[in-house]
Nanobody, 116 residues
Framework: QVQLVESGGGLVQPGGSLRLSCAAS????????MGWYRQAPGSQRESVAV???????DIADSVKGRFTISRDNAKNTVYLQMNSLKPEDTAVYYC??????????WGKGTLVTVSS
């Protein structure tokens, strides 16, 4: 079993920045990839950014150039640096980890609200 704990959400004004963190813990697992997804009210969950254990990233077009994903393999932690935030970035952001045998785990989510 793998537990994911997210932090860093909150309220920010348009144009502002936030940094999300997600730490994975558990036993006997190897992480293949970690990523961030988001779900706005009335919308489906969508991929924001994913990073593999080798460092390959996949960033959604809607956030490309504004969001950066990174990870610390030693700490089993993934980060999402969000700059130039827009009201349409408002959503619950979920951390995801794909581990050994392609098992997928989700965090509980952290709310990001972009509003003046």
């Amino acid at each position: 079993q793998v537990q994911l704990v997210e932090s860093g959400g909150g309220l920010v004004q348009p144009g502002g920045s936030l940094r999300l963190s997600c730490a994975a813990s558990g036993s006997h697992f190897s992480i293949n990839s970690m990523g961030w997804y988001r779900q706005a009210p009335g919308s489906q969950r969508e991929s924001v950014a994913v990073i593999t254990s080798g460092g390959t990233t996949d960033i959604a077009d809607s956030v490309k150039g504004r969001f950066t994903i990174s990870r610390d393999n030693a700490k089993n932690t993934v980060y999402l640096q969000m700059n130039s935030l827009k009201p349409e970035d408002t959503a619950v952001y979920y951390c995801n980890a794909v581990v050994t045998f392609n098992r997928s785990y989700w965090g509980k989510g952290t709310l990001v609200t972009v509003s003046s």
